[in-house]
Structure formats: C-alpha cells, structure tokens
C-alpha cells in the first residue's frame, strides 16, 4: 500500500510541473502572436501597359505626280471626291504622243510593204519603181516643208501681234496649230522619203538579208507603237485604289507646277499609326498584339493591332541625348 500511494504521488508531482510548464510557455509566447487580414481571392489579367505617341495616317495611299511638260486637258474629278480603283481623275496632251504613234504606224506600213514586195520579187528588186518611190518622196517633202515655213512665218508674226494684244488667242492658237500639224507632216514625209532611199541603197544586198532586215523592222515599229499607246492610254490619269481625293489642285487648259503637281488619294476605310518605341519597351512588342488607340479631341477609346515591326533601330537625338 504504501509503494502505490508513493507512485501516485511521484505521477501527480510530474503532472503538475508540466502543467506548470505548459502553462509558462503560452505566457510567455503569448505576446509574440501576429494578426494578419485575409480577403477573398480573385481572379485578375496582369499586363504590361506601354505609353506611345505617333502620327495617325489612312491605312492605304496613292500619290500620283503629273509632269509639268503636259497640259492639263481635262479634270474629271475634284478634291474630296470618291473614287474607285480604275476611275479616271484627269486627262493630260498626248498630242505629242499621238504624232508620235502616227509616225510609228507609217513606219510599220512602209517596213510592210518592202517586206512583201521582197518576199514576191525574189532577189531582185524593180530598181525603177525604188528609184520612181525615191523622186515622189522628194516632191511630197518639197511641197510639204514649203507649207511649214510659211505657217512658220505667219505663226512668227502673230506671236508678235499676239504679245502686243493685236489679235486674239484663238488667232494664235490657230497658227501655232496650223504649223504644228505641218511641221508633223513634214516629219512622216522625212521618214518616207528615208526608207524609199534606204530601200533603193539596198536594192544590190543579198535579198535574204534584206528580209531579214525588213522583218527586224517591222518588229521594231510594233514595239514602239505598243510603246506609244501605252503612254496615250496613261495620258488618262486613274486611280489605282479606292478613296477620297484629298488633294488636286490642277484646273484645264493649264501646266501643273511643282506646287500642283501631285495628286493624293487615301483610302479612309482602314486607318494605321506609325510610332516609335524605345530599345526597352521594343523587346516586348509583338505581331497581332492588341493595342488602345486614343485621338486627341476625339472621346473614342479605338482598338487596333500590331500589324508590322521594323527590323533595325532608328536612332532618335534629344539634345545631346541619343535613344534608339
């Protein structure tokens, strides 16, 4: 009896002193607690918000220079008119053009018929009726150039009249016209009397290399008048995409300047800024990304896409400050 009551007395002095250190060890940690706040979990997008300014521009734009040699002879369309890709704008002279293809075509003609008589005769050609070609040319030239001059001289003296406020413009154009279209004719007659004499000249060349020649010519005549309508066909100014004119200064019957000379059109259906990005900022740019574009004066928060980088820095200067 005695050892039992000894154990339960050792037992609860045990208990007690743990209790009693237990006890001493939350006192003593009590003061070390720390209080937190807690909230609720949300789902959130993180980004990267970069901040640039640039220029707004249409999204596709055509400028069209005149050339200042030509005369304006008709405008089809005035600023700030739509127009679709293919619709005429303006008419320019192609009266320079037209003699021009008119001297291309009697040269094909003539380069023809050399080269048919040449495959019919033979070797040998009629020297006669060459040499009959040669003397009709020279009497056409003859007559021809007679008529210039005199043209000439009366434009001469009318320019003088004209400057002096003596007769009318219709009076000067008239004679500037009248010796123009002789001075024409006296070209595409130069050009005949030219190949009669060349035709006559090779009248004792081997025959094989006369057609050989000939169809040389022929050919080349075909290219330069496929050349020269080309160019009558561009005298018509056309647009080549669809938009509004925002500049056209021309008026008719008038010489474009260096100051009027340019036509522009922009196709306002599409618009693009063009800006720059520092080095920093540029690593995190990419194609198709989505971008917030806000105009200046405008409320309208506009949504657009990256749609091309470049390949090489520019280097920007502030001062003494470079920044590529």
Do not use: W
């Not at 806000?294 to 896409?305: E, H, P």
Request: charged share 25%; aromatic share 4%; proline share 2%.
């Amino acid at each position: 009896m005695n050892n039992k009551k000894r154990m339960i007395i050792i037992v609860s002095i045990v208990l007690v002193a743990v209790l009693i250190g237990a006890y001493r060890i939350v006192i003593s940690n009590r003061n070390k607690v720390k209080s937190v706040e807690i909230g609720t979990v949300e789902t959130k997008d993180l980004s990267q918000v970069i901040s640039v300014t640039g220029n707004i521009e249409a999204g596709n734009k055509e400028e069209i220079i005149l050339p200042t040699q030509q005369k304006i002879i008709e405008v089809l369309a005035s600023e700030g008119q739509e127009v679709n890709a293919g619709e005429p704008i303006l008419k320019i002279d192609a009266t320079d053009y037209e003699y021009q293809l008119k001297k291309y075509e009697l040269s094909l003609e003539l380069a023809n018929i050399d080269l048919q008589r040449l495959l019919e005769s033979g070797s040998k050609n009629n020297k006669k009726s060459l040499e009959d070609a040669v003397r009709t040319a020279e009497i056409e030239l003859s007559s021809v150039e007679t008529g210039y001059n005199e043209a000439k001289r009366k434009y001469d003296y009318n320019k003088i009249l004209y400057e002096n406020g003596a007769i009318s413009k219709e009076v000067y154009e008239a004679s500037l016209n009248s010796m123009n279209e002789l001075k024409n004719n006296m070209e595409l007659t130069t050009i005949k009397l030219d190949n009669a004499k060349n035709s006559l000249r090779d009248f004792d060349i081997n025959n094989s290399d006369q057609i050989k020649g000939k169809r040389n010519q022929v050919e080349s005549s075909k290219v330069d008048i496929a050349n020269i309508k080309d160019k009558i066909e561009k005298s018509t100014i056309k647009s080549s995409i669809k938009g509004r004119i925002v500049q056209l200064d021309v008026k008719p019957n008038q010489y474009p300047t260096m100051e009027n000379s340019t036509i522009i059109i922009y196709d306002l259906s599409q618009y693009k800024a063009t800006i720059q990005v520092n080095q920093y900022d540029a690593v995190s740019v990419g194609l198709g990304q989505k971008s917030s574009v806000k105009v200046k004066g405008i409320d309208t928060l506009y949504k657009g896409t990256v749609s091309a980088i470049g390949d090489a820095a520019i280097i920007t200067q502030e001062g003494t400050t470079k920044e590529p």
